[in-house]
């Protein structure tokens, strides 16, 4: 590994400064937004509903329609494969006097929404699903006048959290979301940049409302899960030196990186500032030897989108390493922790199955083997690292569904690697 790389902007950040956006009152002004598939879905699903929005690129500006402001849309509303689109969203269309059919692809359409459907109908809007379980897409949220909610979310989850919030803002109604623990924190301080009422007490935010936020002017941090990627290349790589600038450090999103300094990584943080509400900073990453490590509890929800990823790291550790509590890999694009599984043993890898994780057993053999995606673009990214830190035997099956959240991943990993 050699060289300095950007990585694309955070997608959830993007996620959220679309739809902040849009509830702001004025034009706000948004640059280095993620130009994925999934970030696309937010897009378009805003501008069925009213949004003026423009093609998703380096800068986009958007001109906000208020709290109110939205219109039924009169198409179902196309989410692809972003349950972060489905989620968030069902929040604002709980909170306005229109129904709002949510449809995405094969792989979103089995993930489940009855989570996000269950404090929205507390606060008094319908929701229905036409998906053979009874809680996946299609959903049609029925939305109204809303009550205050004070809802204790069974697991961390930033997106029923961020729903919640919108909803409460969107409806001018007070509301709290207290969770098991802390998930990523990104719509709390977008709101409170703007203009909102957002308090933190331990694992409980409360939002009270306000008449209208400010618009954005934001850049987007680069994206940490993605930077994560090329972190554990440059772990894993013979030589060299790998930077990594401008990434998001929110502490809610940065348990990968304790992890695996656990293990041995050698990552150090320089240039540390903070931009948009959010801290940043480049990461400098070198070569390291790995030992296993156990992960569980409440370091999982800052880890969740890497376990994958940490995975694929522990091929290459020396010993043991267990993941536990990450039972919410099951409903992910994939089941993660199946097909994880599944695919290290399929290279040469002893690997096993929990009913809530995995445990890897490190190996210095060479590995050789198909890797099925499920199209999942985070199980591609993390065995193509494994891939590519390995000696190139292992074959990822479809290396395009990476363009959900990071369409330039090959180019990237081509550009930094070298033999």
């Known amino acids: 590994m050699d060289g300095t790389l950007r990585v694309p902007g955070d997608k959830s950040i993007s996620h959220r400064a679309l739809l902040l956006a849009a509830l702001a009152t004025g034009t706000s002004r948004i640059r280095g937004l993620l130009a994925g598939d999934d970030v696309r879905s937010t897009a378009g699903v805003l501008r069925a509903m009213g ?204 348990g990968f990186l304790d992890a695996l300094m656990a293990m041995g990584a050698r990552v150090a943080r320089e240039d540390e500032t903070v931009a948009g509400a959010e801290p940043i900073g480049t990461l400098v990453v070198q070569p390291a030897a790995l030992q296993g490590v156990t992960v569980g509890g409440a370091d999982i929800p800052a880890m969740i989108d890497e376990l994958p990823l940490l995975a694929c790291v522990a091929a290459r550790a020396a010993g043991t390493t267990t993941i536990r509590d990450a039972g919410e890999l099951r409903g992910k694009e994939s089941d993660r922790i199946a097909a994880v599984v599944a695919n290290l043993r399929a290279v040469g890898v002893s690997a096993s199955e929990l009913e809530d994780g995995l445990v890897v057993e490190g190996t210095d053999a060479p590995l050789v083997g198909r890797v099925v995606t499920h199209a999942d673009h985070r199980l591609a990214m993390a065995f193509g690292v494994l891939g590519a830190a390995t000696g190139g035997g292992i074959v990822v099956d479809d290396p395009g569904c990476v363009a959900v959240s990071y369409p330039g991943f090959w180019d990237d990993l081509a550009r930094v690697t070298r033999r």
Do not use: Y
Request: hydrophobic letters at 45%; charged letters at 15%; one cysteine or more.
């Open 51 to 254: 949004v003026t929005v423009p093609p998703v690129g380096p800068t986009v500006t958007v001109a906000g329609v208020g709290r109110r402001g939205f219109v039924a849309p009169p198409t179902p509303l196309a989410c692809g494969n972003s349950g972060t689109t489905a989620r968030l969203v069902a929040g604002l269309v709980a909170a306005h006097p229109f129904a709002a059919t949510f449809v995405g692809d094969a792989s979103l359409s089995r993930r489940p929404m009855r989570r996000v459907a269950r404090p929205l109908e507390a606060m008094g809007a319908t929701v229905t699903f036409g998906g053979a379980k009874g809680e996946g897409l299609p959903m049609t949220v029925q939305g109204g006048a809303l009550r205050s909610i004070e809802w204790r979310a069974e697991t961390a989850s930033a997106q029923v959290k961020s729903a919640v919030l919108l909803a409460g803002h969107a409806a001018g109604v007070p509301v709290s979301v207290t969770e098991p623990a802390p998930s990523r924190d990104h719509t709390e301080r977008m709101l409170q940049a703007m203009g909102a009422k957002v308090s933190r007490r331990g694992a409980t935010v409360a939002l009270d409302p306000v008449a209208s936020l400010r618009p954005l002017d934001l850049d987007v941090p680069a994206d940490a899960s993605s930077a994560a990627f090329f972190v554990a290349l440059a772990t894993l790589a013979g030589d060299g030196v790998l930077r990594l600038p401008g990434v998001g450090l929110n502490r809610t999103r940065t």
